[in-house]
C-alpha cells in the first residue's frame, strides 16, 4: 500500500497541520505593451459602402472580442514553447458624408503576437474526467503534457486612423485570413475581405501579460479554514449601511469658502472631494 501524504510539517515550532493542494506553477511569464501600426479594419458590406463614399473617417472605439491561443514546442529545446496568440478587435467608426450626420460603420481587426516561455519539461500525461477525445475544445493526447498558456489583456487604445484608397490590381492582394465562424456570428452582416476601394487602418495600444503554468501538488500549512464573512442579501445596496458609506466621505470644506473673482470656473462643478471643473 502506498505512503500517505503526512498531514503534519516539521517546524521550528513544533508539528502543524498541513493540506496537500493542487494548483498552477507559473513556469515563466512575459509583459508587452504593444503599439500596433497601420491594423487593416474588414468591415462589414454596408459598412464598406459607407467608407467608399465618406469624406473622412474617424475610429471611436476598439472592443477585444476573443483571444486564441496555441503553444507548440520549440524544436530546439523542449523547455521552451511558443505562445502564438491573436487577438479580434471589434472596431466602431464614424464616417461623415456630406454634411449630414456622422453614420456609424463597424468591422473586425486581427492581431497575432508570438512569445517563447520556458515551461519546464514534463513527461507526465494529465487526462481530466471532464476533458473528452476529440472534442471541440481540441483535446488529444499530443497535448496532454503540454504547459497552458494563459494571456491576461487590457482593453486596446484608439491611437489614430486613417484611410487608404486601393490603388489599382497589383495593390488587391487576395486576403487569406481565416476567421472563425463564432467570430463572424458576431456581426450582422459579411465581412468585405477583398475588392473594396478604399481601406480603413487603425492604430491601437495593448497591454498584455502571458504566463504558461503546470499543473503541481503542493503540501501548504493549514493556518485556518476559508470561511465567508460577508452575510448574504437578498436585494442591491443591503450589504452596506448607508450612514457607515456616509461618514467616510470627507466633511466638503471647500464648498462653504467663496470663489475667488479671478476663478477661472465659469459653473463650477464639485464632488465630494472638493474639486472643481471635473470633465
Do not use: W
Amino acid at each position: 500500500m502506498s505512503d500517505q501524504i503526512r498531514d503534519t510539517l516539521q517546524g521550528g515550532c513544533g508539528d502543524q497541520q498541513a493540506m496537500s493542494i493542487h494548483t498552477r506553477k507559473i513556469t515563466d511569464s512575459c509583459r508587452d505593451k504593444d503599439c500596433i501600426e497601420d491594423l487593416r479594419v474588414y468591415l462589414t458590406k454596408g459598412s464598406q459602402s459607407l467608407l467608399d463614399t465618406c469624406a473622412s473617417a474617424r475610429v471611436r472605439c476598439a472592443e477585444l472580442l476573443y483571444t486564441y491561443i496555441d503553444v507548440e514546442p520549440v524544436a530546439f529545446d523542449r523547455n521552451h514553447y511558443c505562445i502564438d496568440v491573436t487577438f479580434y478587435y471589434r472596431i466602431l467608426a464614424d464616417a461623415t458624408i456630406g454634411a449630414a450626420r456622422p453614420a456609424a460603420l463597424y468591422g473586425l481587426a486581427v492581431f497575432t503576437k508570438r512569445a517563447v516561455l520556458c515551461g519546464e519539461d514534463s513527461r507526465a500525461h494529465i487526462y481530466r474526467s471532464d476533458t473528452r477525445l476529440c472534442a471541440p475544445d481540441g483535446f488529444t493526447r499530443h497535448y496532454a503534457n503540454r504547459p497552458t498558456a494563459v494571456v491576461e489583456v487590457l482593453e486596446p487604445m484608439v491611437l489614430s486612423s486613417k484611410i487608404r484608397d486601393v490603388c489599382n490590381d497589383k495593390c488587391r492582394d487576395d486576403c487569406t485570413l481565416q476567421i472563425p465562424a463564432e467570430i463572424k456570428c458576431l456581426f450582422d452582416d459579411d465581412l468585405v475581405l477583398s475588392g473594396e476601394r478604399r481601406r480603413l487602418y487603425v492604430t491601437l495600444g495593448q497591454f498584455s501579460i502571458i504566463r504558461l503554468e503546470r499543473d503541481a501538488q503542493l503540501v501548504v500549512p493549514v493556518l485556518d479554514y476559508a470561511i465567508p464573512t460577508k452575510e448574504c442579501c437578498d436585494a442591491p445596496g443591503c450589504a452596506e449601511d448607508p450612514c457607515e458609506m456616509f461618514s467616510r466621505i470627507p466633511f466638503p470644506a471647500s464648498q462653504f469658502a467663496p470663489n475667488d473673482c479671478d476663478n477661472n470656473c465659469s459653473a463650477p462643478d464639485y464632488d465630494y472631494r472638493g474639486s472643481c471643473c471635473q470633465d
